[in-house]
C-alpha cells in the first residue's frame, strides 16, 4: 500500500506541476491580448492589432496545452483517489462542477468568437470576446482555488454517515484561505505573461527587429512586470501572516523552524536534520520571523515541535510534520525567484525611461532568461503549498494514506505513471517546437494608422 500511495503521488504531483506550467500564463495572456485589443480599438493603431495577432497565436498554443494536461486531474480522483473522492466528493466536486459549466464554457466560446471573428463581427464585440476570455480564466481559476482551499482549511460543512456533506455555500467561498491564496495566485499569473511577453520582446531586440509592435510589447511587458511583482509580494506576505495564525504547522515547516520562539528569526539557510528534528546548522536573521508575521520585533513564532505535540493531543498519535527540508528550500526558491523579478522589472524600466535599453544586449539577454522565473515562483509555490499539508489530503479530516483507491495495485498505478509521464514528454517537445516557430515569426506592418494624441492619452 505504501508503493501505491507514493506512486500515486507521484502521478498527481508530476501531472499537476506539468498542467500548471500552462495556467498562469492563460491567464497573464489572456489579460495583456485584452489590452492590447482595448489599445487597438481606441487608438485604432494597427501596431496594436499586429501585437494581438502575435501573441494571440501564443496564447492559443499555450490555451490548447492547458486543456489537453487538465483533463488528465480529474480522471485520477477516480482511479487513484477514489475514498478521497467518496469522502469530500460531495463539496469538492461543486466548485469542479462550476468551474467547467461556467468558466470554461465561458472561455470555449468566447475564445472561438474572438479566434473566428475578425473582420466577422464589430470591433467592439470583438473585443468584448477577448476581455470575457480573460476574465473567465480567472474564474476558473477561482474555483479552482475554492477546491483546494477546503483541503487546507475545511469549512462549511458536516460529517454525516462518515462523509462531509456541505452545509453552507458561503463560507465554501469565503473561506480565508482563498481570499489570500486567489489574488497570489492571479499576480503570479500576471507575472507570467509579463516576463513571457518582455523575454520575447527581448530577443527580437536583439535580433535587430525593432518594430513598433516590439517596443509597445516591451514597454508593456516592462510596465505590468514591476508592477505584477510588486502586487505578488505584497499578498504573498499577507499569506505568510495568515498562514501563522491558521495554518502554523504549513509556515513552521516553510522556516525548518523546530522550536516555538519569541522573538523568531528568520534562517536564510539552513542545513536540516528531520530524524532529530533540528536544523544541524543555519544562517539566520535575528527577529525577522516575529516581524513578518506580526509587523513588530516581538510575538512568538509556533515552531514545529510543539505543533505536533498540540496535534497529537488533538487528532491523536502520529506522525504530523511534513517534509521540512523540501517546504523550507521551496519556500526559499519561490522567494528569490520573486525577488530577482522585481530587480529586473526595476532595472529594466529604469533603462527604458532613460531610452537606453535597446543597447543593453547583456540586460536585453537576462530578460530572455527571467522567462523561466514565475515558473521556478509558481511551481516551488504549488510545491510548498501541496506538500507542507501533509499528512493530511484534508487537513484534520482526512489522512493521505486513508485517501487513495483500496482495490488499485501498485502496478497499474506504475505503468498509469509511465504512460503519462511519456505522453507529456511528447507534449512538451510539440509545445516547446510551436512556440519557437511562432516566436521567431514576425507580423508584417503595413498600413499603421497613428493617432498620436489618443495613443498618449490612453497610456498616460
Not at 77 to 103: K, Q
Not at 152 to 171: C, D, K, L, Q, W
Amino acid at each position: 500500500m505504501d508503493n501505491v500511495i507514493n506512486l500515486a503521488r507521484w502521478q498527481f504531483a508530476i501531472t499537476t506541476v506539468y498542467h500548471f506550467f500552462f495556467v498562469p500564463l492563460t491567464i497573464g495572456l489572456g489579460f495583456f491580448l485584452a489590452i492590447m485589443e482595448t489599445f487597438y480599438v481606441k487608438t485604432g493603431n494597427e501596431k496594436y492589432k499586429n501585437m494581438v495577432k502575435y501573441w494571440g497565436k501564443l496564447f492559443l498554443i499555450n490555451f490548447s496545452m492547458g486543456v489537453v494536461t487538465g483533463l488528465v486531474q480529474e480522471f485520477q480522483f477516480g482511479m487513484n483517489w477514489s475514498n478521497y473522492s467518496r469522502y469530500v466528493g460531495d463539496i469538492f466536486g461543486v466548485p469542479l462542477a462550476i468551474e467547467a459549466l461556467l468558466a470554461f464554457f465561458l472561455e470555449s466560446t468566447f475564445l472561438g468568437i474572438w479566434v473566428f471573428g475578425w473582420e466577422k463581427v464589430s470591433k467592439k464585440i470583438h473585443l468584448l470576446s477577448i476581455w470575457i476570455v480573460s476574465i473567465a480564466t480567472m474564474i476558473s481559476a477561482f474555483w479552482i482555488l475554492t477546491a483546494n482551499s477546503f483541503m487546507h482549511e475545511p469549512v462549511g460543512y458536516t460529517i454525516n454517515n462518515g462523509r462531509a456533506e456541505m452545509t453552507s455555500f458561503t463560507e465554501l467561498i469565503t473561506n480565508g484561505h482563498l481570499w489570500v491564496q486567489f489574488p497570489h495566485t492571479i499576480f503570479g499569473a500576471l507575472c507570467t505573461g509579463s516576463f513571457f511577453i518582455l523575454g520575447i520582446s527581448a530577443y527580437h531586440i536583439i535580433k535587430k527587429n525593432k518594430a513598433a509592435w516590439v517596443k509597445s510589447s516591451l514597454k508593456m511587458a516592462l510596465i505590468m512586470a514591476l508592477i505584477s511583482s510588486v502586487l505578488v509580494a505584497l499578498m504573498g506576505d499577507l499569506q505568510g501572516k495568515y498562514l501563522v495564525k491558521n495554518l502554523p504547522m504549513k509556515m513552521a515547516a516553510a522556516e525548518a523552524l523546530w522550536e516555538s520562539k519569541d522573538p523568531a528569526p528568520l534562517a536564510a539557510f539552513a542545513v536540516i536534520d528531520e530524524e532529530n528534528k533540528k536544523n544541524v546548522f543555519e544562517i539566520s536573521v535575528p527577529k525577522l520571523l516575529s516581524f513578518m508575521s506580526y509587523n513588530s520585533f516581538t510575538g512568538e513564532v509556533k515552531g514545529i515541535n510543539n505543533i505536533q505535540a498540540e496535534y497529537e493531543k488533538k487528532y491523536g498519535e502520529g506522525n504530523y510534520i511534513p517534509n521540512v527540508t523540501l517546504s523550507f528550500y521551496s519556500f526559499r526558491l519561490m522567494v528569490g525567484a520573486g525577488m530577482l523579478m522585481l530587480l529586473i522589472g526595476l532595472v529594466g524600466l529604469y533603462f527604458y525611461k532613460k531610452g537606453t535599453i535597446y543597447d543593453k544586449n547583456k540586460l536585453l539577454k537576462l530578460m530572455i532568461f527571467s522567462i523561466a522565473l514565475p515558473y521556478l515562483a509558481n511551481s516551488s509555490g504549488w510545491i510548498l503549498t501541496e506538500v507542507s499539508r501533509a499528512p493530511w489530503i484534508v487537513f484534520g479530516l482526512l489522512k493521505i494514506e486513508n485517501a487513495v483507491s483500496p482495490t488499485v495495485s501498485a502496478g497499474y498505478v506504475a505503468t498509469s505513471l509511465f504512460t503519462f509521464a511519456m505522453l507529456y514528454s511528447v507534449l512538451a517537445v510539440i509545445d516547446v517546437t510551436l512556440i519557437v516557430k511562432f516566436i521567431k515569426k514576425v507580423p508584417m506592418e503595413e498600413n499603421i494608422k497613428i493617432n498620436t494624441e489618443k495613443e498618449e492619452s490612453l497610456w498616460n
